[in-house]
């Protein structure tokens, strides 16, 4: 399976309706993939707080119909990041978008980790419940979202749900970015999963981005890493290689917290 992360810089200069038609091109440009991956929130920014309610739209919005378009002329599955949903009878949400080789909707996941504490995303989106995988050709995906990353029982729920390819889009910022490299090898070992985490690059909203996008193999192995530019990062890995994993390194078999009540 071939999967490009297409690792965006986010700048206030550009507009968000031109930077849509520039990252569809970019999109269309990845034919030859299975798999493309955009980051989070890359319509406003992540720490764009106040570009949220502006710049929020409906799911069946402006991206969704770009999206999907260029999903199909290029012929590949497409997690489109993650947009400022505008749910019509509730708050906003960080939803994810995940689109098949024909351009018709396959998943949307409103992320369940909000980041900000007492401010920003915590309080200005809501927060999703529900667990999404979506099943390709040749793997389970299991969806996660930036801050989601931090929250290991999220991947150990995915994975009981049978993802075997963790997709995590996000707008990592630059100061914690030892984290962000650690947190997506870590997903990987304890879940014996591929991990696809695609950020963003430059500076928005004054706060440097991290880049440096990554994938990594069920054994923590490192396959590909993004510098701290914008960069598409396409890769090339064979998804059989999580069930050799899990059959030769059974460590998942031995779980005993988490499938049962506990006793008193």
């Given at each position: 399976?071939?999967?490009?992360?297409?690792?965006?810089?986010?700048?206030?200069?550009?507009?968000?309706?031109?930077?849509?038609?520039?990252?569809?091109?970019?999109?269309?440009?990845?034919?030859?993939?299975?798999?493309?991956?955009?980051?989070?929130?890359?319509?406003?920014?992540?720490?764009?707080?106040?570009?949220?309610?502006?710049?929020?739209?409906?799911?069946?919005?402006?991206?969704y119909e770009v999206m999907a378009?260029?999903?199909?002329?290029?012929?590949?599955?497409?997690?489109?990041g993650s947009i400022p949903e505008?749910?019509?009878?509730?708050?906003?949400?960080?939803?994810?978008?995940?689109?098949?080789?024909?351009?018709?909707?396959?998943?949307?996941?409103?992320?369940?980790?909000?980041?900000?504490?007492?401010?920003?995303?915590?309080?200005?989106?809501?927060?999703?419940?529900?667990?999404?995988?979506?099943?390709?050709?040749?793997?389970?995906?299991?969806?996660?979202?930036?801050?989601?990353?931090?929250?290991?029982?999220?991947?150990?729920?995915?994975?009981?749900?049978?993802?075997?390819?963790?997709?995590?889009?996000?707008?990592?910022?630059e100061r914690r970015r030892a984290?962000?490299?650690?947190?997506?090898?870590?997903?990987?070992?304890?879940?014996?999963?591929?991990?696809?985490?695609?950020?963003?690059?430059?500076?928005?909203?004054?706060?440097?981005?991290?880049?440096?996008?990554?994938?990594?193999?069920?054994?923590?192995?490192?396959?590909?890493?993004?510098?701290?530019?914008?960069?598409?990062?396409?890769?090339?890995?064979?998804?059989?290689?999580?069930?050799?994993?899990?059959?030769?390194?059974?460590?998942?078999?031995?779980?005993?917290?988490?499938?049962?009540?506990?006793?008193?």
């Amino acid at each position: 399976m071939r999967a490009s992360l297409i690792q965006i810089a986010v700048n206030e200069v550009e507009s968000v309706d031109s930077r849509r038609q520039r990252v569809a091109a970019l999109v269309r440009q990845q034919s030859g993939a299975d798999l493309v991956v955009l980051p989070e929130l890359w319509t406003t920014g992540a720490f764009a707080y106040e570009e949220f309610g502006r710049e929020a739209e409906p799911l069946e919005g402006p991206t969704y119909e770009v999206m999907a378009k260029a999903a199909s002329d290029a012929g590949v599955w497409l997690h489109a990041g993650s947009i400022p949903e505008r749910d019509p009878d509730g708050p906003l949400y960080n939803t994810s978008l995940v689109f098949s080789p024909s351009g018709e909707l396959a998943a949307a996941y409103r992320k369940i980790h909000r980041f900000g504490f007492d401010k920003g995303e915590a309080v200005l989106m809501g927060a999703g419940r529900d667990l999404v995988t979506v099943r390709l050709p040749g793997t389970t995906l299991g969806v996660a979202t930036c801050y989601d990353l931090r929250f290991p029982e999220l991947f150990r729920s995915l994975v009981d749900a049978g993802a075997e390819t963790l997709v995590i889009p996000a707008g990592w910022p630059e100061r914690r970015r030892a984290h962000w490299t650690l947190l997506a090898q870590a997903r990987a070992v304890e879940n014996q999963a591929f991990v696809l985490a695609c950020g963003t690059a430059g500076t928005h909203a004054g706060v440097p981005q991290a880049g440096h996008s990554i994938v990594v193999d069920p054994w923590g192995e490192v396959l590909a890493e993004a510098g701290p530019d914008e960069q598409i990062l396409t890769v090339d890995f064979d998804p059989a290689k999580v069930a050799t994993t899990r059959e030769q390194f059974p460590a998942l078999k031995d779980r005993v917290l988490g499938l049962e009540p506990p006793r008193r």
